[in-house]
């Protein structure tokens, strides 16, 4: 009978953790209203086109940039997504970085890649017009009301790289930023308080990762969250491609810190390895 009574205890109490944890796990399922998407696998984050279908749609220049192309998700069942401004490099078209547009949006994000006022704008001009790309977005866009304007992002390419950064030093309100081979000079990012992944080239001889993004991520502090990610043989021109590395870290970063999306965290910390990766620094989300 004490067997018995045992045995039945024991039912009992493995019935109520259970539903307790499997409450836990609901709960937990619930306390992050941002996820968007299926969980990710290896697989999907190295896929060029992610979950949602997407539609683009051209905005002509404007008085504060130069203009681009909104790529967005079309369905809105989810509710709101995050949304990125992406700026090209230094003598470069929007073409140039139009590859992150897809890539993005079709992960559950609204994307903006602009062309700038000119060709020859420097990173200082080059992050007032992200700035200014999103204040469109947000306020004027025909998809303003599929944003959540307090999920925002910033990306761009060698001096629309250098602009990000500037563009998260002034506005610490920004939730990531994603520098590709960034060029800036003269400037110190000690105050970037947003959550920064810095993507060099090891054969970049246009922005040495030396001269740039090595010094760029010593400069940001642990404590705003950042990583390094290098990528090996590559050149300058790496962030005008949708090389798989580079952009399945872009992608972790901007749903890791967006969306705050903790799924993805698998794919930052440990430290991702592979023979396309010379050197990964990070802090790793604390």
Known sequence: MRSTRLRLGVAVLALVLGTQFAGATVADAQTNPFERGPAPTLASLNAAQGPFAIAQTTVARQSNFGGGTIYYPTDTSQGTFGAIAVSPGFFSAQS???????????????????????????PSSRASQLQAALNYLTQTSSVRSRIDASRLGVMGHSMGGGGSLEAARANPALQAAV????????????????????????????????????????????????????????????????????????????????????????????????????????????
């Open 179 to 286: 520098p590709l081979q960034p060029w800036d000079s003269g400037q110190n990012f000690s105050t970037v308080r947003v959550p920064t992944l810095i993507v060099g080239a090891q054969n970049d001889s246009v922005a040495p990762v030396a001269q740039h993004s090595e010094p760029f991520y010593t400069q940001i502090p642990a404590a705003s969250e950042k990583a390094y990610l290098e990528v090996a043989g590559a050149s300058h021109s790496l962030g005008t491609t949708a090389e798989t590395t580079q952009a399945r870290l872009a992608v972790v970063w901007m749903k890791r810190y967006i969306d705050n999306d903790v799924r993805y965290e698998q794919f930052m910390c440990p430290a991702p390895t592979g023979s396309t990766i010379n050197e990964y620094r990070n802090t790793c989300p604390g």
């Open 96 to 122: 140039a970085i139009a590859w992150t547009g897809p890539r993005l949006a079709s992960r559950g994000f609204v994307v903006f890649t602009i062309s700038t006022l000119s060709i020859f704008d420097f």
